[in-house]
């Protein structure tokens, strides 16, 4: 008997396009054979709605266009519901296992992992105090510290303490960090609101368009290395895919390079010694543990000249999109893309 996915996309957040793409991808490479799919759509205003048509029609909107698609649907909190209620007549529909594409606020973060786990339905993914912690860069930055994860020289603050002490902030992140330094929103992802500082001036002006996406920053010395990325997947058992190098068409990985330019070089596997792979390997998955990871995670690293290997980020919901990383890095390891979701689906099940 075929199981019954909810795969929610859009969402409250500045990633509601990349979502869009992702589930697009997502949808049209479930095994069709195994499960039957109930798409459903945030949008960027919160309202939700059961898709009824092509996938082809997500990216850019297109969903909304025609409202004989849409049926407006809410996740029922009651746990003997098990799913959705179709608010057009109140029928409630179970559902087996939610795949949440939902990347950035009010999906990666927590948000919506903690309804699922209230209404009792298994989701794809990392729990919610992981989903928490990754998405926060400065919980994550500080968890990695506790354990001792080697990452850049950081420090962080909010919206309330810049505004107050702002020249303090400022100095002494440079005198802490050393120019250049990296600013970003502490919950935002794909890049979104980071910027590169070489000055003073640079990194107020960094700091002022980084709160524009969140009241709290997060400031990071720059590092000179090789940007690698590694693909993880399991729960008591995680498995690590080979690695990939991002090699950016910008000056540093931003969202224009990931997304749009799609002019950035990808080396899959990464251009390092056997031992080196093996190395990052063994910190994505020492990465994937120490932040409670569990479904699946893409975690990022710098390697640098010297053989260090930095952590740079964990991702709790990676791209799914035709470009995206994490399946290129598993369908390189030997699992395409179509069986990935399949176990993604699995071990939420399994969980």
Same mark, same amino acid.
């Given at each position: 008997?075929?199981?019954?996915?909810?795969?929610?996309?859009?969402?409250?957040?500045?990633?509601?396009?990349?979502?869009?793409?992702?589930? @697009?991808?997502?949808? =049209?490479?479930?095994?069709?054979? =195994?499960?039957?799919?109930?798409?459903?759509?945030?949008?960027?205003?919160?309202?939700?709605?059961?898709?009824?048509? @092509?996938?082809?029609?997500?990216?850019? @909107?297109?969903?909304?266009?025609?409202?004989?698609?849409?049926?407006?649907?809410?996740?029922?909190?009651?746990?003997?519901?098990?799913?959705? /209620?179709?608010?057009?007549?109140?029928?409630?529909?179970?559902?087996?296992?939610?795949?949440?594409?939902?990347?950035?606020?009010?999906?990666?973060?927590?948000?919506?992992?903690?309804?699922?786990?209230?209404?009792?339905?298994?989701?794809?993914?990392?729990?919610?105090?992981? @989903?928490?912690?990754?998405?926060? =860069?400065?919980?994550?930055?500080?968890?990695?510290?506790?354990?001792?994860?080697?990452?850049?020289?950081?420090?962080?603050?909010?919206?309330?303490?810049?505004?107050?002490?702002?020249? +303090?902030?400022?100095?002494?992140?440079?005198?802490?960090?050393?120019?250049?330094?990296?600013? =970003?929103?502490?919950?935002?992802?794909?890049?979104?609101?980071?910027?590169?500082?070489?000055?003073?001036?640079?990194?107020?002006?960094?700091?002022?368009?980084?709160?524009?996406?969140?009241?709290?920053?997060?400031?990071?010395?720059?590092?000179?290395?090789?940007?690698?990325?590694? +693909?993880?997947?399991?729960?008591?058992?995680?498995?690590?895919?080979?690695?990939?190098?991002?090699?950016?068409?910008?000056?540093?990985?931003?969202?224009?390079?990931?997304?749009?330019?799609?002019?950035?070089?990808?080396? /899959?596997?990464?251009?390092?010694?056997?031992?080196?792979?093996?190395?990052?390997?063994?910190?994505?998955?020492?990465?994937?543990? +120490?932040?409670?990871?569990?479904?699946?995670?893409?975690?990022?690293?710098?390697?640098?000249?010297?053989?260090?290997?930095?952590?740079?980020?964990?991702?709790?919901?990676?791209?799914?999109?035709?470009?995206?990383?994490?399946?290129?890095?598993?369908?390189?390891?030997?699992?395409?893309?179509?069986?990935?979701?399949?176990?993604?689906?699995?071990?939420?099940?399994?969980?």
């Amino acid at each position: 008997m075929k199981k019954k996915v909810l795969v929610l996309f859009g969402g409250v957040s500045s990633e509601h396009d990349v979502s869009l793409k992702s589930a @697009s991808s997502v949808i =049209k490479n479930i095994p069709d054979e =195994k499960y039957d799919i109930v798409p459903m759509g945030i949008t960027k205003d919160g309202r939700c709605f059961v898709f009824n048509g @092509s996938p082809d029609l997500l990216p850019d @909107s297109g969903w909304l266009a025609d409202e004989s698609l849409l049926e407006p649907a809410v996740i029922s909190c009651d746990r003997s519901h098990h799913g959705i /209620i179709r608010l057009s007549n109140g029928t409630v529909e179970y559902i087996d296992v939610v795949f949440p594409v939902l990347h950035g606020k009010n999906g990666e973060d927590g948000t919506m992992q903690g309804l699922l786990e209230i209404s009792g339905i298994p989701y794809v993914g990392c729990n919610t105090a992981a @989903s928490a912690i990754c998405m926060d =860069k400065a919980f994550t930055n500080a968890m990695a510290d506790f354990h001792g994860i080697p990452q850049a020289k950081w420090t962080a603050f909010n919206k309330y303490a810049y505004m107050g002490n702002k020249t +303090a902030l400022l100095e002494g992140a440079a005198e802490k960090l050393g120019f250049p330094i990296f600013v =970003k929103p502490a919950n935002a992802g794909s890049s979104v609101g980071i910027s590169k500082a070489k000055n003073i001036e640079e990194l107020a002006t960094a700091c002022e368009k980084a709160f524009e996406h969140d009241v709290k920053v997060v400031l990071e010395e720059g590092i000179v290395g090789m940007e690698v990325e590694c +693909a993880v997947m399991g729960n008591s058992e995680p498995v690590a895919s080979v690695i990939g190098e991002v090699v950016p068409c910008n000056e540093f990985y931003d969202y224009d390079a990931k997304y749009l330019a799609n002019e950035s070089e990808l080396h /899959i596997p990464a251009r390092l010694s056997d031992d080196m792979l093996k190395a990052v390997q063994n910190a994505a998955i020492n990465a994937y543990r +120490a932040l409670g990871c569990s479904g699946f995670t893409r975690v990022d690293f710098f390697v640098c000249e010297n053989g260090d290997i930095l952590l740079n980020e964990p991702n709790t919901i990676p791209g799914f999109t035709s470009i995206s990383m994490y399946p290129k890095l598993f369908a390189a390891s030997g699992v395409p893309y179509s069986e990935l979701l399949d176990r993604l689906l699995q071990l939420a099940m399994e969980r």
